[in-house]
T-cell receptor, first 112, second 110 residues
């Protein structure tokens, strides 16, 4: 979707290294989310943000941290990547109102 | 915790058929319901968003209905095409999350 972009689109990294994924929005939405999608588990919420510097944990937050210093950017950091964090990561935005949720195109992360 | 279920899990139909995908949810205190499409290896594309005050929404060959009291939504696809082949997900918002259904994988055979 044009209003939300994720980078990088693909990444391969080694176990134990830190990794940062970026989500950028141009919709000025207050709420931003990071999900991971895995076969058999569907989409699971990692962290979300309800404003600049306001973040909270989702159901699978262990091993992940987030930061939001500007309305438009939401960063997801894998502090020390593990093979279990190999997944497709999606960012989403919402105005919690009439617009529903909009998802980014995803980042495919492989930890080797 | 909200639980969202979709039936059937997979569906294969010949081109041109009309079809219905079902979504049920356990907590009817929702303010909207959203239907998404996901192609293999791709992101989620929003198809239809139904506010709790609405009964249905239409977009082209797609029509989605919402019955909050019974905890059900249906997605109707008219005159299916091979390009409709994808996984369809329904989702309802919680306090700070979006609860997804298990998905229906649709295959439209030319």
């Amino acid at each position: 979707d044009a209003g939300i972009t994720q980078s990088p689109r693909h990444k391969v990294t080694e176990t134990g290294t830190p990794v940062t994924l970026r989500c950028h929005q141009t919709e000025n939405h207050r709420y931003m989310y990071w999900y991971r999608q895995d076969p058999g588990h569907g989409l699971r919420l990692i962290h979300y943000s309800y404003g600049v510097k306001d973040t909270d944990k989702g159901e699978v937050s262990d091993g992940y941290s987030v930061s939001r210093s500007k309305t438009e950017d939401f960063l997801l950091t894998l502090e020390s990547a593990t093979s279990s964090q190999t997944s497709v990561y999606f960012c989403a935005i919402s105005d919690r109102g009439l617009g529903g949720y909009t998802f980014g195109s995803g980042t495919r992360l492989t930890v080797v | 915790k909200q639980e969202v279920t979709q039936i059937p899990a997979a569906l294969s139909v010949p081109e041109g058929e009309n079809l219905v995908l079902n979504c049920s949810f356990t907590d009817s205190a929702i303010y909207n319901l959203q239907w998404f499409r996901q192609d293999p290896g791709k992101g989620l594309t929003s198809l239809l968003l139904i506010q709790s005050s609405q009964r249905e929404q239409t977009s082209g060959r797609l029509n989605a209905s919402l019955d909050k009291s019974s905890g059900r939504s249906t997605l109707y696809i008219a005159a299916s095409q091979p390009g409709d082949s994808a996984t369809y997900l329904c989702a309802v918002p919680g306090a700070n999350n979006l609860f997804f259904g298990t998905g229906t994988r649709l295959t439209v055979i030319p």
